[in-house]
Nanobody
Framework: QVQLVESGGGLVQAGGSLRLSCVAS????????MGWFRQAPGKEREFVAA????????DYADSVKGRFSISRDNAKNTLYLQMNSLKAEDTAVYYC?????????????????WGQGTQVTVSS
């Protein structure tokens, strides 16, 4: 079992930046593929980014490529999402998730553990 706790959300103007963090406790963090997902009101949860256990493989949704950057610090059991050039359409609850198998995945059902989410609101 692993527990995931996100932080760093908030209200930001369009064009601004935020950095989300996700701290993991429990089993060995470095053995998990990690991902960020988001869910806007009235919409399904969608993939944002994923990173392999070593950080050597990274995937992004097309909607965030070039603006968001996922990274991890296995020594600190922490996952990050740096979000730049934010747009109003990035407004959502952002979730981190852990997957116990390889490789990185875009599907919600492929992840085994989820955090409680952190709200990101971008004002236009």
């Amino acid at each position: 079992q692993v527990q995931l706790v996100e932080s760093g959300g908030g209200l930001v103007q369009a064009g601004g930046s935020l950095r989300l963090s996700c701290v993991a406790s429990g089993r060995t963090f470095s053995s998990y593929v990690m991902g960020w997902f988001r869910q806007a009101p009235g919409k399904e949860r969608e993939f944002v980014a994923a990173i392999s256990w070593s950080g050597g493989n990274i995937d992004y949704a097309d909607s965030v490529k070039g603006r968001f950057s996922i990274s991890r610090d296995n020594a600190k059991n922490t996952l990050y999402l740096q979000m730049n050039s934010l747009k109003a359409e990035d407004t959502a609850v952002y979730y981190c998730a852990a997957r116990t198998r390889w490789p990185t995945e875009h599907r919600v059902r492929s992840y085994d553990y989820w955090g409680q989410g952190t709200q990101v609101t971008v004002s236009s």
